[in-house]
């Protein structure tokens, strides 16, 4: 089944901040991993993140991650963030269970 992949504003706005082949490389992957099997869990690309409501997965693109959550037949992409700014992120805009 293909999943339908949304973009929230916020992510739209992460996007731009990351050079051209950063984005490219993020998109790529995205397209890759998310949208057929987007809770396929890996030990190096997916994660489910427990504990938590919002978001339910995180994708590792390099040094950047990527926060989703995943409501047939969408996947909504949360937001795009660096590595070092993951945990601050999740602190701030995540939803505990």
Known sequence: MRYEIIF???AIQDLKKLSARDRSIVRDAINLHLLYEPR??????IK???????????????EIRVFYDVVE???EI????????????LK????PE
Request: charged fraction near 30%; charge should be positive.
């Open 40 to 45: 396929k869990a890996s030990q190096s690309r």
């Open 92 to 95: 701030v805009k995540g939803e």
């Open 78 to 89: 949360l937001a795009v963030v660096p590595k070092s700014q993951a945990d601050a992120w």
């Open 48 to 62: 489910r993140l427990r504990g938590m409501r919002r978001p339910q997965y995180r994708l590792h693109v390099n």
């Open 8 to 10: 929230a504003p916020e």
């Open 73 to 75: 037949p969408t996947v």
